[in-house]
């Protein structure tokens, strides 16, 4: 059970927004290297800095205890650390106490063949698998050395072991935008739910990501042309709005940071997998609370959380276009998680 901090001060920011979800990056290194994400040649943290997975159960225990009510774990590829199923087991008893209500991660899926079961006997029951392609070329390219057939297998074990599946698809131009409704179609066979993702400027990747920017707005556009998309009200807790496309009975999700801002309803913080904690994905504002989490006690993160609240900025301010090619911030979305 939650204890009496969780009613008594319940995480809230300056602008009154009650902070129930948070993402824990588990590691920022990946076995794949897609291009609008990372650099070919990255330097990773240094291991020694990594918080251990124990630290991490414990860090979502006082998170937990303040009123977060769903955890994902990401990363980097977070199911190529070591010991992710056990972690979450450990965040996972939370769901059968009723003190959370999900735990999920998000995945490029290449170790879900392996990892699927283990995953589900945790307590979870949601996965985000990213898929931008499902040509074998295209894969290729886009994650510069990525095997499709290892992604596909890895969707096909996660549904087989019980775990619903959504479909993270970034939308880039001239690389998968023909792919876009053959993709939806596919997740509508499969019974799968698809999100398009708009690229954000986050860390300096080998191109220029201009190149590649495909507003979603336009993309929606063509599929109100093509199906009848009913918008609705349901949310996931996260920053995806989603549609019914009635003739396919399916469901399509689209995260708009860039052409349409969701920050007035943020809900999210997110922890790196070194204990720095940012309260938002656009800003390098963050809170280090590796320190208190491993000497000052449970009353020395509290109030490193508190003062986190204060600092939660209103919303983020990315650009993408031609005069804006660099990074809105410096760091990769594999350190703080998709
Ligand atoms: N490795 C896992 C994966 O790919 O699903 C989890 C981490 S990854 C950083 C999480 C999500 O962020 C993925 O869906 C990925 O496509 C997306 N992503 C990464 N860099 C991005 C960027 N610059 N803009 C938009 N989405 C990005
Ligand atoms: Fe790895 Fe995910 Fe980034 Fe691709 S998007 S490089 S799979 S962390």
Redesign the pocket.
Known sequence: MADDRMIAAPLTDSFGRRITYLRI?VTDR?D?R?R???AEAMTFMPRSEILTLEEIAALADAFIARGVRKIRL?????LIRRGVPDLAAMIGRHIATGALDELTL????TQLPKQAEALFAAGVRRV???L?SRDPDVFRHITRWGDVDKVLEGIAAAKAAGLRVKI???ALKGLNEDEIVPMLRWCAAEGHDLTL???????A?DED?TDRYLPLDAVRADLAARFTLTPLAERSGGPARYHRVEELDARIGL?T?MTQNFCEGCNRVRVTATGRLYMCLGHDDRVDLKAALRDGGRDALDALLDQAMSAKPLRHAFKIDARNAAPAVER???VT??
Do not use: A, F, K, Q
Request: glycine fraction near 16%; charged fraction near 10%; include cysteine.
């Open positions: 990056s990946c794949l897609c609008y994400c990372m990401t990363g980097g590829e977070p998000t995945t490029n899926g985000n698998v990213s931008d993270n698809m970034v993702i708009e690229t954000m400027p986050l860390g990747v990501r995260i940071p990769h979305m594999s998680g998709g």
